[in-house]
Antibody
Framework: EVHLVESGGGLVQPGRSLRLSCAASEFTFDDYAMHWVRQAPGKGLEWVSGISWNSGSIGYADSVKGRFTISRDNAKNSLYLQMNSLRAEDTALYYC???????????????WGQGTLVTVSS | QSALTQPASVSGSPGQSITISCTGT?????????VSWYQQHPGKAPKLMIYDVSYRPSGVSNRFSGSKSGNTASLTISGLQAEDEADYYCSSYTSSRILVVFGGGTKLTVL
């Protein structure tokens, strides 16, 4: 069974940085695109960023462009999200999710982690 | 990047059928075959129910079906059951680069 485990969340002050990680197992990680999706408390899902299997294609939501950086290490079966200049509105549960395809163009996420909570507050 | 438009809530009685709409534009829903639907129970991660407009992943009940007409996609749940009560989200691919947009979500209540 595919397993995705996020880590790195926590309480951080506005303007500071945080790095999220997602450890993947039980599938061929370097065959698939991966994404970060967040959900603010009591709100809906928001796609944050996605990366193709070989890191050749990357996309960001306008709300995080220029502040967040997605990356992956296929040798370590891991996905990352470097979050800089954090704002109160970035407070959310951050999910790591697996794309059904390799290039991130399916828009279909067939496996999700349980999420890691990021709280931005002074 | 505007969110896709979904009704805030829908309801139905056990055994009935309901349909949830998801309206976008020709730049997302209307322009691609990549519309997906997710079910989310409280406190749980989302679960993929429909992908590529109308395909069901293995293990998803055939009571769930998807379709699309123009810029509007739809999720139909037939034979409503109590366990179908959840939030439902649509999503669509929306660019030649990796870019995905979600709908605002619909709360399904089984009466």
């Amino acid at each position: 069974e595919v397993h995705l485990v996020e880590s790195g969340g926590g309480l951080v002050q506005p303007g500071r940085s945080l790095r999220l990680s997602c450890a993947a197992s039980e599938f061929t990680f370097d065959d698939y695109a991966m994404h970060w999706v967040r959900q603010a408390p009591g709100k809906g899902l928001e796609w944050v960023s996605g990366i193709s299997w070989n890191s050749g294609s990357i996309g960001y939501a306008d709300s995080v462009k220029g502040r967040f950086t997605i990356s992956r290490d296929n040798a370590k079966n891991s996905l990352y999200l470097q979050m800089n200049s954090l704002r109160a509105e970035d407070t959310a549960l951050y999910y790591c999710s697996k794309d059904m395809g390799g290039y991130g163009d399916t828009g279909a996420f067939d496996y999700w982690g349980q999420g890691t909570l990021v709280t931005v507050s002074s | 990047q505007s969110a896709l438009t979904q009704p805030a809530s829908v309801s139905g009685s056990p055994g009935q059928s309901i349909t949830i709409s998801c309206t976008g534009t020709s730049s997302d829903v209307g322009g691609y075959k990549y519309v997906s639907w997710y079910q989310q129970h409280p406190g749980k991660a989302p679960k993929l129910m429909i992908y590529d407009v109308s395909y069901r992943p293995s293990g998803v009940s055939n009571r769930f079906s998807g379709s699309k007409s123009g810029n509007t996609a739809s999720l139909t749940i037939s034979g409503l059951q109590a366990e179908d009560e959840a939030d439902y989200y649509c999503s669509s691919y929306t660019s030649s680069r990796i870019l995905v947009v979600f709908g605002g979500g619909t709360k399904l209540t089984v009466l």
